[in-house]
């Protein structure tokens, strides 16, 4: 506490001293700084505003952020667990690809997540996470579980908060990639995967010439049980939607609870095929001047799905587009030029659609698509779906600059737009009931701050929620160029951390961060302390894969054994500082292994690893974890297992010998 005064103190007299702010750089006489801090900034040419960037990140040892973002680990396939401010990476939560340090695909639990997103039993290492989704109790993030898809093979997991792992990857069953997910619903009814590249449903085979008539997008609401922590594909159900390549989604709330949004970027049904002398896809789909924003009713899908009109397509239950058309599920409006991003305002209001082609923001008014509903006689799209005008529906347009994508929101009633092409977040300010909040006339640009470089997605502090904090907004940038050392050709991403507290044009780059690893997407900012994850496992002989007590946990070293049935050699294993028990394992050649382990750990932090050499069997043994491994012994020889994590001073110790007899 007292350093926070004094960090603060410091900030006041840097502040106040710079007087004109501008460039000039702290120099000892004028900084007000004490002596050695004043010189050190000098020497390192800092401006006031470094100095109150620095200030604003830097976290003395020990203290904790107050913000975690969750980041989508893009084509790794992971999620990345970033403290905000400090930007310091606290983990990387392994999902669609096998990590060992996690023990995950190597012999362990993980198997089994991972195995259930197998693609017609095809077996599939890796995912391109897009968008994280934190559930939601009202509207507002709850920290019990976090939703990611996987745009490659349109998978979808679900991470337990409680400690911090997949628990479950599903595939979607009839699409074979997806984009607009993920996305809850105000109370994590559903999660919402929609579709992005069009193809006929359940990836048959049709040929691109019957486009317009076999292809289709589709979309999927997942419903999510709590008590067990899993999507339930039995109550889930889809929609069948045009062919014109759905892309990001955003559930409304509050006023506009029940109904989803998502942009979509190919209504010229262009199918490509440069090589034929046709126009190449990023011509043809940007033929026409507008595409449709999709606008769902899923509250009455729901009933409509419950009321069994339906028909069932490998296992999942389906509404066909003509019953959408026919119960009023399924509206659309023109959006301008490649749309991008569909984002509902703190209070459910206003829709928020992005243009990478038009520099406008289009913000659409949920009363008014309402009203135009209920007035009906509307036109249809070649295929039916009602199309409201769109001068009946939209309440504004910002210009803001070139390539708008994403929006965010704050407490003070500014957006936040990432501009893509301009490398630009703008601020602007939101019109009608939010005019209240902020300073400025409504929809209105107030500053734009240049990132570096080409800023994809923009994240806020609590932004998805009814209530947004209005601290922070990170810039997720596509490329970094100059701003880290030369690593080779392969450069990483760049997060950068703006400081959105003051008004009008005060927004603030604080902090850079590389991400060298894969090109996260999107990214979610909670209250760090809405989160509770356990420290050790509640109980001794706890199996994280079902959250429960593991039915081969051992609680004490008597109980360690192992057990011969036939050729199948069972093994009830404890592990505990700094031993195995037991230490001398001797099998046949050829024999079937089952082989439970518990820790019997309660001290936080005291993880134990568990490593077969030469069997590929890798584990993360947390206090109080059970795991089961099972595998045939088709080499014989002298092995070893091993602790693969350093916990204590005899960790070099902790092994034991496992011998395969020929
Ligand atoms: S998309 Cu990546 S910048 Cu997949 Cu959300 Cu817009
Ligand atoms: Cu247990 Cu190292």
Same mark, same amino acid.
């Not at 470089?453 to 994240?459: E, L, P, Q, R, S």
């Given at each position: 506490m007292m350093r926070r005064w004094i960090g603060i103190l410091l900030l006041f007299s840097v502040l106040l001293s710079s007087c004109s702010g501008g460039q000039q750089t702290v120099t000892p006489a004028s900084s007000g700084l004490p002596a050695d801090a004043a010189a050190l900034a000098a020497e390192r040419g800092f401006t006031p505003d470094d100095v109150y960037?620095?200030? %604003?990140?830097?976290?003395?040892?020990?203290?904790? !952020?107050?913000?975690?973002?969750?980041?989508?680990?893009? *084509?790794?396939? *992971?999620? #990345?667990?970033?403290?905000?401010?400090?930007?310091?990476?606290?983990?990387?939560?392994?999902?669609?690809? /096998?990590?060992? +340090? *996690?023990?995950?695909?190597?012999?362990?639990?993980?198997? =089994?997540?991972?195995?259930?997103?197998?693609? @017609?039993?095809?077996?599939? %290492? +890796?995912?391109?996470?897009?968008?994280?989704?934190?559930?939601? $109790? @009202?509207?507002?993030? !709850?920290?019990?579980?976090?939703?990611?898809?996987?745009? &490659?093979?349109?998978?979808? &997991?679900?991470?337990?908060?409680?400690d911090f792992?997949?628990?479950?990857?599903?595939?979607?069953?009839?699409?074979?990639? !997806?984009?607009?997910?993920?996305?809850? $619903?105000?109370?994590?009814?559903?999660?919402?995967?929609? /579709? =992005?590249?069009?193809? /006929? #449903?359940?990836?048959?085979?049709a040929s691109l010439d019957d486009y317009e008539e076999k292809y289709r997008g589709v979309i999927t609401f997942w419903a999510f049980d709590r008590m067990s922590g899993r999507v339930i594909p039995d109550k889930s159900f889809q929609m069948e939607l045009p062919p014109y390549w759905q892309d990001l989604c955003d559930a409304g709330k509050k006023v506009s609870d029940g109904w989803v949004f998502c942009n979509s970027f190919n209504v010229e049904m262009a199918t490509g095929g440069i090589e034929l002398g046709n126009p190449p896809f990023e011509a043809g789909v940007s033929r026409g001047? $507008?595409?449709?924003?999709?606008?769902?009713?899923?509250? %009455?899908?729901?009933?409509?799905?419950?009321?069994? %009109?339906?028909?069932?397509?490998?296992?999942?239950?389906?509404?066909? #587009? =003509? $019953?959408?058309?026919?119960?009023?599920?399924?509206?659309?409006?023109?959006?301008?030029?490649?749309?991008?991003?569909?984002d509902v305002t703190p209070g459910g209001e206003f829709i928020v659609v992005g243009g990478k082609l038009d520099p406008h923001v289009t913000i659409y008014s949920f009363e008014k698509i309402q009203q135009a509903i209920a007035a009906g006689g509307l036109e249809t799209d070649s295929y039916g779906v009602p199309v409201i005008p769109l001068d009946k529906v939209m309440e504004a347009q910002v210009e803001l600059g070139l390539g708008p994508l994403h929006t965010v929101f704050d407490d003070k009633g500014y957006a936040y737009t990432s501009l893509f092409?301009?490398? &630009?977040?703008?601020r602007w300010t939101l019109g009608g009931p939010y005019?209240?909040? @902020?300073?400025?006339?409504? +929809?209105? #640009?107030?500053?734009?701050?240049?990132?570096?470089?080409?800023?994809?997605?923009?994240?806020?502090a609590e932004g998805d929620t009814a209530s947004p904090d209005g601290l922070y907004v990170v810039a997720l940038n596509k490329w970094s160029i100059d701003r880290f050392a030369n690593v080779g050709p392969l450069l990483p991403q760049n997060f950068q951390l703006v400081d959105i507290t003051g008004s009008g044009a005060q927004m603030k780059l604080l902090y850079d961060m590389p991400i060298g690893m894969a090109e996260p997407h999107y990214a979610q900012i909670i209250k760090a302390d809405k989160l509770n994850p356990f420290e050790v496992y509640p109980q001794v002989g706890w199996d994280p894969g079902t959250m429960a007590l593991h039915p081969n946990a051992i609680t004490s070293e008597d109980e360690a054994r192992v057990e011969r049935n036939g050729n199948v050699v069972e093994i009830w294993m404890t592990v505990l500082r700094s031993h195995f028990k037991p230490e001398r394992i001797e099998i046949q050649k050829g024999d079937h292994v089952i082989w439970h382990l518990t820790s019997l750990e309660q001290t936080r932090d005291a993880t134990h690893g568990f490593a077969i050499s030469g069997y590929n069997i890798n584990l993360s043994l947390e206090p109080g974890e059970t795991q089961t491994i099972e595998f045939d012994a088709v080499m014989s020889g002298t092995f070893t297992y091993y602790c693969t994590e350093f916990c204590s001073a005899l960790h070099l110790e902790m092994l034991g010998y496992l011998l395969v007899k020929p």
């Amino acid at each position: 506490m007292m350093r926070r005064w004094i960090g603060i103190l410091l900030l006041f007299s840097v502040l106040l001293s710079s007087c004109s702010g501008g460039q000039q750089t702290v120099t000892p006489a004028s900084s007000g700084l004490p002596a050695d801090a004043a010189a050190l900034a000098a020497e390192r040419g800092f401006t006031p505003d470094d100095v109150y960037a620095a200030l %604003k990140t830097y976290m003395p040892s020990g203290e904790l !952020d107050p913000y975690i973002m969750f980041s989508s680990g893009g *084509q790794s396939g *992971q999620v #990345l667990v970033i403290g905000v401010p400090s930007m310091r990476i606290l983990k990387v939560i392994a999902v669609f690809t /096998p990590e060992p +340090w *996690q023990g995950f695909g190597f012999g362990g639990h993980g198997d =089994q997540v991972l195995e259930d997103g197998y693609v @017609n039993g095809y077996e599939i %290492k +890796w995912g391109d996470t897009h968008h994280p989704s934190l559930s939601e $109790t @009202n509207g507002e993030y !709850d920290g019990q579980f976090l939703f990611i898809n996987d745009k &490659a093979n349109a998978r979808l &997991a679900v991470i337990d908060l409680r400690d911090f792992e997949t628990k479950q990857i599903i595939k979607n069953p009839n699409a074979i990639n !997806d984009h607009g997910g993920a996305f809850v $619903t105000p109370n994590t009814e559903y999660v919402i995967e929609g /579709p =992005q590249y069009a193809a /006929p #449903l359940g990836w048959e085979y049709a040929s691109l010439d019957d486009y317009e008539e076999k292809y289709r997008g589709v979309i999927t609401f997942w419903a999510f049980d709590r008590m067990s922590g899993r999507v339930i594909p039995d109550k889930s159900f889809q929609m069948e939607l045009p062919p014109y390549w759905q892309d990001l989604c955003d559930a409304g709330k509050k006023v506009s609870d029940g109904w989803v949004f998502c942009n979509s970027f190919n209504v010229e049904m262009a199918t490509g095929g440069i090589e034929l002398g046709n126009p190449p896809f990023e011509a043809g789909v940007s033929r026409g001047d $507008t595409d449709y924003l999709h606008i769902i009713d899923w509250k %009455k899908a729901e009933q409509v799905y419950q009321a069994g %009109k339906v028909e069932t397509l490998n296992g999942m239950a389906l509404i066909r #587009l =003509q $019953t959408a058309i026919d119960e009023g599920l399924l509206f659309f409006t023109p959006e301008p030029k490649s749309p991008h991003g569909a984002d509902v305002t703190p209070g459910g209001e206003f829709i928020v659609v992005g243009g990478k082609l038009d520099p406008h923001v289009t913000i659409y008014s949920f009363e008014k698509i309402q009203q135009a509903i209920a007035a009906g006689g509307l036109e249809t799209d070649s295929y039916g779906v009602p199309v409201i005008p769109l001068d009946k529906v939209m309440e504004a347009q910002v210009e803001l600059g070139l390539g708008p994508l994403h929006t965010v929101f704050d407490d003070k009633g500014y957006a936040y737009t990432s501009l893509f092409l301009d490398s &630009a977040v703008a601020r602007w300010t939101l019109g009608g009931p939010y005019d209240s909040l @902020n300073p400025e006339d409504g +929809w209105t #640009l107030v500053q734009k701050l240049p990132v570096q470089y080409n800023i994809g997605h923009i994240a806020a502090a609590e932004g998805d929620t009814a209530s947004p904090d209005g601290l922070y907004v990170v810039a997720l940038n596509k490329w970094s160029i100059d701003r880290f050392a030369n690593v080779g050709p392969l450069l990483p991403q760049n997060f950068q951390l703006v400081d959105i507290t003051g008004s009008g044009a005060q927004m603030k780059l604080l902090y850079d961060m590389p991400i060298g690893m894969a090109e996260p997407h999107y990214a979610q900012i909670i209250k760090a302390d809405k989160l509770n994850p356990f420290e050790v496992y509640p109980q001794v002989g706890w199996d994280p894969g079902t959250m429960a007590l593991h039915p081969n946990a051992i609680t004490s070293e008597d109980e360690a054994r192992v057990e011969r049935n036939g050729n199948v050699v069972e093994i009830w294993m404890t592990v505990l500082r700094s031993h195995f028990k037991p230490e001398r394992i001797e099998i046949q050649k050829g024999d079937h292994v089952i082989w439970h382990l518990t820790s019997l750990e309660q001290t936080r932090d005291a993880t134990h690893g568990f490593a077969i050499s030469g069997y590929n069997i890798n584990l993360s043994l947390e206090p109080g974890e059970t795991q089961t491994i099972e595998f045939d012994a088709v080499m014989s020889g002298t092995f070893t297992y091993y602790c693969t994590e350093f916990c204590s001073a005899l960790h070099l110790e902790m092994l034991g010998y496992l011998l395969v007899k020929p």
